[in-house]
């Protein structure tokens, strides 16, 4: 079988590896990858005779080219700084190549609609990454939940979404500390959570947000069908001193009706399970990645609430 060709934005960036370890498993070639960083030699133990540059210039000739000689680049993977997606999309339909892009997908829901338009005028397809969805144990409380909605359909759920992910000082001088370049926190690392909760317990009908510091968003979601208190922050400071004791720096927390929910294991193949889905077929669209993004980037707008009975434990850590 002929193996389909990738194009890939964003060599350097954290979660390109996943992209290129997905094409290769998924026995496919990567043809070309670009990034203005060349320090990349994760290259040479997935596809060193891939062509690179780090010129987008030189890049966007050499799809051209390529696309000139009778050959197709069928999917770009873009793994680029967050305010770079919509454009880099773009390009990618308008080169005659399926978009596959990192969430969150965009900053904002309008470039959503217009992305719409250019998929359309292009006949090509973009899909995102929203690899939560593909999760043994988030797709196992997903048939739990519906099963129990469809006895009681108006069940409302309390849960308690924590996650802390320690950064240091690099973090605030890159891009992603950066609010108009990552979209901020809720959009950098929460996204895909707010995208699996509104997946599995239904549409947002109310948003509060009582921090919205640098270092750490925290709010209030509610859903169809759960209330959810969240805290997200890149600051060591707030994570639990028993977790701290353990030398770890990251804490990832969601309790459904106070008990807890484990899923901190199976996430090293999502990326192929995702790359598996889309080149079978299915993956995930504009229209599915909406609903996360109207989220985040109301909370970006949005004024902040004082602490009430609804907010989050840890906010206290950060209000005293």
């Known amino acids: 079988m002929k193996k389909i060709n990738f194009a890939l934005i964003g060599a350097s960036g954290y979660i390109a590896p996943r992209h290129m ?75 005659g190549a399926n978009a596959i892009c990192e969430k969150p997908l965009v900053l904002n829901p309008n470039q959503i609609d217009d992305l719409k338009i250019v998929e359309k005028e292009s006949g090509k397809k973009v899909y995102t990454i929203l690899q939560l969805r593909l999760h043994d144990s988030i797709i196992a409380l997903k048939e739990r939940i519906s099963k129990e909605l469809e006895k009681n359909p108006s069940k409302v759920y309390d849960i308690d979404l924590t996650y802390l992910t320690s950064r240091g000082k690099w973090y ?31 549409e947002l009908q109310e948003n ?32 639990p001193e028993e977790i701290k004791a353990t030398g770890k720096t990251t804490f990832r927390s969601i309790t459904v009706d106070g008990e807890e929910f484990e899923f901190s294991e199976g996430f090293t193949d999502l990326h192929t399970k995702s790359y598996k889905d889309i080149l079978n077929g299915g ?38």
């Open 172 to 202: 605030f001088e890159s891009w992603k500390g950066d609010e108009k370049k990552s979209g901020g926190i809720a959009s950098n690392i929460g996204v895909h959570f707010f995208d699996m909760l509104s997946w599995i317990f239904g």
């Open 208 to 239: 509060i947000v009582y921090i919205k510091n640098p270092d750490v968003n925290a709010g209030y979601m509610k859903l169809k069908n759960a209330n959810v208190r969240w805290f997200l922050s890149v600051n060591y400071d707030y994570i």
């Open 283 to 320: 993956g995930f669209g504009l229209d599915d990645a909406k609903n996360s993004i109207v989220i985040v980037s109301d909370i970006r707008k949005m004024q902040i609430t004082n602490l009430d009975e609804k907010s989050h434990p840890f906010c206290k850590k950060v209000l005293g």
């Open 21 to 95: 370890k997905a094409i290769k498993e998924t026995e496919n070639e990567l043809v070309v990858a670009m990034d203005t960083y060349d320090g990349i030699g994760i290259m040479d133990s997935n596809f060193p005779q891939a062509d690179f540059f780090t010129e987008f210039e030189r890049f966007s000739s050499f799809v051209d080219n390529f696309k000139r000689s009778g050959e197709n680049i069928d999917y770009m993977a873009i793994t680029t700084p967050n305010y770079l997606h919509d454009s880099h999309i773009r390009f990618a339909l308008k080169s």
